[in-house]
T-cell receptor, first 113, second 112 residues
Framework: DAGVTQSPTHLIKTRGQQVTLRCSPK?????VSWYQQALGQGPQFIFQYYEEEERQRGNFPDRFSGHQFPNYSSELNVNALLLGDSALYLC????????????FGPGTRLLVL | KQEVTQIPAALSVPEGENLVLNCSFTDSAIYNLQWFRQDPGKGLTSLLL?????REQTSGRLNASLDKSSGRSTLYIAASQPGDSATYLC???????????FGSGTRLSIRP
């Protein structure tokens, strides 16, 4: 079992660009959540996807959007990148939306210059 | 609005010591509380999960306690080892069992 995988591992973009991050959930999991972790801070919840729909959303602007595919994998898209979007983006999967146990991927480190 | 605070932000102790990491939260109406470990640049690994009705959980050298009424949790690490060096994050799930709110973490360094 490969666990939760994320790609790419690192990414450098410039202000105003758009970025897409990808996540494949752990086998048997159908729910994917995304988190943003700024340096020295705890992760902040962005949104959760289940059955190809956004089910919950944290306090993030519309520049942050996502998608879930029929195979349960997910993408996080960020438009009009700002310097403050530089962070580690973590994906977590679970068996269902309210599941107590989430398995986290290694994250994608995004640097916006 | 739920806020989670972890003190201290960083801690360095010699190998073999027992230590306590602290976590406090502002809203006692939680579903559960979880402690995670994060190695540099890596994802999170769940260590212990305490349901709102429980007082503590133990796993090996780790013991986590929960006092909901006072909004506090502690993570006790016995006989610390250099391999315990990591950032430890506390997270609470709200009473609707939906969102998870994380603290900023305690960066722990165990000196050989």
């Amino acid at each position: 079992d490969a666990g939760v995988t994320q790609s790419p591992t690192h990414l450098i973009k410039t202000r105003g660009q758009q970025v897409t991050l990808r996540c494949s959930p752990k086998s048997g999991h159908d729910t994917v959540s995304w988190y943003q972790q700024a340096l020295g801070q705890g992760p902040q919840f962005i949104f959760q996807y289940y059955e190809e729909e956004e089910r919950q959303r944290g306090n993030f602007p519309d520049r942050f959007s996502g998608h879930q595919f029929p195979n349960y994998s997910s993408e996080l898209n960020v438009n009009a990148l700002l310097l403050g979007d530089s962070a580690l983006y973590l994906c977590a999967s679970s068996e269902q939306p309210g599941s107590e146990t989430q398995y986290f991927g290694p994250g994608t480190r995004l640097l916006v210059l | 609005k739920q806020e989670v605070t972890q003190i201290p932000a960083a801690l360095s102790v010699p190998e073999g010591e027992n230590l306590v990491l602290n976590c406090s939260f502002t809203d006692s109406a939680i579903y559960n509380l979880q402690w995670f470990r994060q190695d540099p640049g890596k994802g999170l690994t769940s260590l212990l999960l305490i349901q709102s009705s429980q007082r503590e959980q133990t796993s090996g050298r780790l013991n986590a306690s929960l006092d909901k009424s006072s909004g506090r949790s502690t993570l006790y690490i016995a006989a610390s080892q250099p391999g315990d060096s990591a950032t430890y994050l506390c997270a609470v799930r709200d009473s609707s069992a939906s969102k998870i709110i994380f603290g900023s973490g305690t960066r722990l360094s165990i000196r050989p």
